[in-house]
């Protein structure tokens, strides 16, 4: 989504303002700046209690990477496999790579802060990773025709179950699930549910998604944020010659 359209349903949800909006919907106010947790986060019991059995949970959360051929117990496809194995890291790191953005399955677990501007109609997830933008539309609309195009982002339709975000994508483009070779397709799934903790200063979610083209069993992150008020998002910046840099230092 291109930057003046981004500022634009952010300044339509400011005319109201976040905190009015979710009030008068009765529902939690997430609006705001939140910081990532550090280390893998604890399941929440509530969220955990809504994974389908037999989901795989993935502790890749923040900084934490998962080594080579190491995916945290997600059962892949040989062809996922083979291609996993044939990856390597300086592949995403050449001029052309290296600022391209990874789609949120990995995206939303990185170690980058985003803000949350609440709306009745849509909600804005934004992202200072790479500087990506989500809209997550409230107002009951299906999900896009299955020819419609694909992105990083994809096409987000939410609801409210009680206190509960619920956030349901698709349309995502290919991209990494855990940084070391294991790519989603083109037709994964991802349901996303976010919740505030009882005293309101954290963020907690869950992150499930499911690919049968790739993966044998679905899979999910437990990820949480922290409030911190008085901060904000800044640009991310990326300088595509870091690609050169890198090349030079590991010849």
């Given at each position: 989504?291109?930057?003046?359209?981004?500022?634009?349903?952010?300044?339509?949800?400011?005319?109201?303002?976040?905190?009015?909006?979710?009030?008068?919907?009765?529902?939690?106010?997430?609006?705001?700046?939140?910081?990532?947790?550090?280390?893998?986060?604890?399941?929440?019991?509530?969220?955990?209690?809504?994974?389908?059995?037999?989901?795989?949970?993935?502790?890749?959360?923040?900084?934490?990477?998962?080594?080579?051929?190491?995916?945290?117990?997600?059962?892949?496809?040989p062809a996922a496999l083979a291609a996993a194995a044939a990856w390597k890291p300086a592949d995403d790191l050449t001029i052309s790579k290296v600022c391209a953005p990874?789609?949120?399955?990995?995206?939303?677990?990185?170690?980058?802060?985003?803000?949350?501007?609440?709306?009745?109609?849509?909600?804005?997830?934004?992202?200072?990773?790479?500087?990506?933008?989500?809209?997550?539309?409230?107002?009951?609309?299906?999900?896009?025709?299955?020819?419609?195009?694909?992105?990083?982002?994809?096409?987000?339709?939410?609801?409210?179950?009680?206190?509960?975000?619920?956030?349901?994508?698709?349309?995502?483009?290919?991209?990494?699930?855990?940084?070391?070779?294991?790519?989603?397709?083109?037709?994964?799934?991802?349901?996303?549910?976010?919740?505030?903790?009882?005293?309101?200063?954290?963020?907690?979610?869950?992150?499930?998604?499911?690919?049968?083209?790739?993966?044998?069993?679905?899979?999910?992150?437990?990820?949480?944020?922290?409030?911190?008020?008085?901060?904000?998002?800044?640009?991310?910046?990326?300088?595509?010659?870091?690609?050169?840099n890198y090349g030079a230092r590991t010849k």
């Open positions: 989504m291109r930057p003046a359209v981004a500022s634009w349903l952010v300044a339509a949800l400011l005319v109201i303002g976040p905190a009015a909006a979710a009030q008068a919907a009765g529902h939690p106010n997430l609006s705001g700046y939140w910081n990532l947790k550090r280390g893998n986060s604890p399941a929440d019991p509530e969220l955990a209690a809504r994974l389908a059995p037999g989901t795989v949970i993935v502790h890749d959360v923040g900084p934490t990477e998962l080594p080579r051929a190491d995916f945290g117990g997600l059962k892949a496809k990874p789609s949120i399955i990995y995206a939303m677990q990185g170690p980058f802060p985003l803000q949350i501007d609440q709306g009745t109609e849509f909600i804005v997830i934004r992202l200072e990773y790479f500087d990506m933008v989500r809209i997550v539309f409230m107002d009951g609309r299906r999900h896009l025709p299955p020819d419609a195009p694909h992105s990083k982002t994809g096409d987000s339709i939410g609801h409210w179950d009680g206190s509960t975000l619920v956030v349901d994508t698709d349309h995502l483009e290919s991209s990494t699930i855990a940084n070391n070779g294991l790519n989603h397709s083109d037709n994964v799934h991802v349901i996303e549910r976010f919740r505030l903790s009882a005293d309101g200063k954290s963020l907690l979610s869950t992150q499930e998604f499911e690919d049968p083209e790739v993966l044998d069993t679905p899979g999910a992150r437990f990820i949480a944020w922290d409030r911190q008020d008085g901060q904000y998002i800044y640009p991310y910046e990326c300088d595509p010659t870091f690609g050169l």
